[in-house]
T-cell receptor, first 112, second 113 residues
Framework: DTGVSQDPRHKITKRGQNVTFRCDPI?????LYWYRQTLGQGPEFLTYFQNEAQLEKSRLLSDRFSAERPKGSFSTLEIQRTEQGDSAMYLC??????????FGPGTRLTVL | AQSVSQHNHHVILSEAASLELGCNYS??????LFWYVQYPGQHLQLLLKYFSGDPLVKGIKGFEAEFIKSKFSFNLRKPSVQWSDTAEYFC???????????FGTGTRLLVSP
């Protein structure tokens, strides 16, 4: 399968714990995006990378959130000191510049 | 700020009925437009897209959408739906000067056999 992959698919954690998600984009794509989707809403943009450079961050991305793409390939999204409001589906997408974004299956986070 | 409105949150149709889902966006500049679909248990998939050219675009599975610039609309249509079209449909817009997709809230379509 050469699509976008995400790991884990589901994560249950207790409030206050740290969690990290991984995204592997389509290999030729140099752009990688993170979105968050809550129940009844469409995905909301969090941040994006071109190669290893993080070029834009949404105001939704509080200082508890950090994303990296150290070698311009896979990316990680870390949430520190999780809160119940962080419960959501975290989606990753990749693309060529200015082209269609292709989405992965998402990581569903539940914070108890 | 850009926003996308999808007028129908839930739609229920019988098989063979015609479908039209509304999508309006608020941005006066040049945009690229998308419809994504999420089938039950699956991830978001591209249904169709408009970048430029013919404002009537055709996508997979018999879907089409028409871009009407004067109305800031990009409505999705299908002349005859099937049970397998049961899914959630998202309209999305990207300003060609920026990178982030802005999504509508989605429309849940249920097609009864």
């Amino acid at each position: 399968d050469t699509g976008v992959s995400q790991d884990p698919r589901h994560k249950i954690t207790k409030r206050g714990q740290n969690v990290t998600f991984r995204c592997d984009p389509i290999s030729e794509h140099n752009r990688l995006y993170w979105y968050r989707q809550t129940l009844g809403q469409g995905p909301e943009f969090l941040t994006y990378f071109q190669n290893e450079a993080q070029l834009e961050k949404s105001r939704l991305l509080s200082d508890r959130f950090s994303a990296e793409r150290p070698k311009g390939s896979f990316s990680t999204l870390e949430i520190q000191r999780t809160e119940q409001g962080d419960s959501a589906m975290y989606l990753c997408a990749s693309s060529f510049p200015g082209d269609t974004q292709y989405f992965g299956p998402g990581t569903r986070l539940t914070v108890l | 700020a850009q926003s996308v409105s999808q007028h129908n949150h839930h739609v229920i149709l019988s098989e063979a009925a015609s479908l039209e889902l509304g999508c309006n966006y608020s941005y006066g500049g040049t945009v690229n437009l998308f419809w994504y679909v999420q089938y039950p248990g699956q991830h978001l998939q591209l249904l169709l897209k408009y970048f430029s050219g013919d404002p009537l675009v055709k996508g997979i599975k018999g879907f089409e959408a028409e871009f009407i610039k004067s109305k800031f609309s990009f409505n999705l249509r299908k002349p005859s739906v099937q049970w397998s079209d049961t899914a959630e449909y998202f309209c999305a817009v990207v300003n060609t000067g920026f990178q982030k997709l802005v999504f509508g809230t989605g429309t849940r379509l249920l097609v009864s056999p």
